[in-house]
């Protein structure tokens, strides 16, 4: 009987003693992911200003890109043509996608939902309205290719008094997991990780949590959060999810990206992370360091003749000074390609400093000594503080 090469392996390697972190090593189609990761947006197929040979030789190991976006451009005849979205782009490695769910809340004024779907007014003024079901978000996410697939889940936004709509869209999230598994046509190449909801509310997020992982699927996502809720709400939610979900697959945190929170919900328990921060504050002439952000348009960088950050591995931090950034950056196209590089190394070094911290069983030292770097007075907020109890990690 030959062999059967499962989709996603997920192998932890060591446990911090303290907090709920881990770092792991995922074995996905186009080859191997660290975790905790963090996966930088390239909406449609690209990180805008790099190219994929750039972020291959820094040793990215996945991106994502959105459904939504090139389900209307190109569209999936033409990815289908093209043999999927690795060989369109040129990217041999891994690559996630999310549902286009996202653009319920991010597109709500042009977005009406129901039980069969999300009806849009197509960016692509051509086409007019679309309808995107969990068969069509789960077709076009086939003719991407990408390693790990979203299901399309019913957001609702974080900040919503209506418990009733909520709890509605926690059981619809859960009937349109099963149309996606009935549609996906490659499972043996392509992994659907389903979506916890139930916004703020503990008991919603249980019986979602409760009901996705009855599906044996290779993995989970903690949706509809960074949304406007209070950072205190935000990591009491994450905390909840991570005890609720299987410890023998990865965890995916949706929509996260700022150091802290990485840092924090790494010692949480999640192995995964996306936001469109890094590259979208670079193209804003922003630098990010272990200190916090440099913003390269204020004119005290103008003289600073130092590197973003002289422990930085990037050829930005290595061939250029913060004052020939600041004479360019958000006027010329390339300080935006070498703001982008700069943050998503930081991202890279980050989370390779927490799972380096987790192997050397020295992570609630590392996440001590962080954060007073980022606040050197000491006066940490509340939710930081309240977090990390949470998980044994008391701060200096």
């Known amino acids: ?128 309205e679309v309808m995107l079901t969990p068969e069509h978000s789960i077709e076009i996410q086939n003719a991407i290719g990408a390693d790990i697939i979203m299901q399309l889940d019913d957001v609702i936004k974080t900040t919503s008094p209506d418990k009733s709509r909520i709890e509605e869209s926690v059981y619809r999230t859960t009937r349109w997991l099963d149309r996606c598994i009935e549609a996906h046509s490659n499972p043996d190449t392509q992994n659907i990780f389903p979506i916890v909801q139930g916004t703020l509310y503990e008991d919603l997020r249980i019986i979602s949590a409760h009901d996705l992982t009855k599906r044996n699927l290779n993995g989970f996502a903690i949706g509809g959060l960074s949304g406007g809720e209070s950072k205190d709400d935000f990591w009491k939610i994450v905390h909840l999810c991570t005890d609720l979900l299987p410890k023998n697959k990865p965890r995916y945190l949706m929509g996260v990206g700022f150091a802290t929170d990485l840092v924090v919900c790494s010692a949480l328990g999640v192995d995964m992370f996306d936001c469109v921060f890094p590259t979208r504050t670079a193209r804003f002439g922003c630098a990010l360091t272990m200190t916090g952000q440099l913003n390269l348009k204020k004119t005290k960088y103008a003289k600073d003749f130092k590197p973003i950050d002289k422990d930085c591995w990037c050829s930005t931090c290595k061939n250029y000074t913060r004052a020939y950034l600041s004479g360019i950056v958000t006027d010329l196209p390339i300080a935006s390609t070498l703001l982008t590089e700069h943050n998503v190394a930081f991202q890279m070094r980050l989370m390779q400093k927490i799972r380096d911290s987790i192997c050397e069983g020295k992570f609630p030292e590392f996440v001590q000594a962080f954060m007073l770097g980022v606040h050197p007075d000491k006066c940490y907020p509340t939710w930081i503080i309240d977090s990390l109890m949470a998980v044994n990690i008391t701060l200096l």
């Open 1 to 128: 009987m030959p062999n059967i090469i499962k989709p996603l392996v997920f192998n932890v390697i060591a446990e911090c003693k303290t907090s709920k972190a881990r770092a792991s090593k995922m074995i996905l189609p186009h080859g191997p992911v660290d975790t905790p990761v963090f996966m930088p947006v390239g909406t449609q197929g690209t990180l805008k200003g790099m190219l994929p040979e750039k972020l291959n030789e820094m040793g990215l190991q996945i991106m994502l890109a959105n459904t939504y976006h090139l389900g209307t451009k190109p569209g999936p005849e033409i990815l289908k043509k093209a043999g999927g979205l690795h060989k369109f782009m040129n990217w041999d490695r891994n690559l996630l996608t999310d549902s286009g769910g996202f653009q319920m809340v991010s597109l709500l004024k042009l977005a009406e939902i129901n039980e069969q779907g999300v009806k849009f007014q197509s960016l692509n003024k051509e086409k007019g």
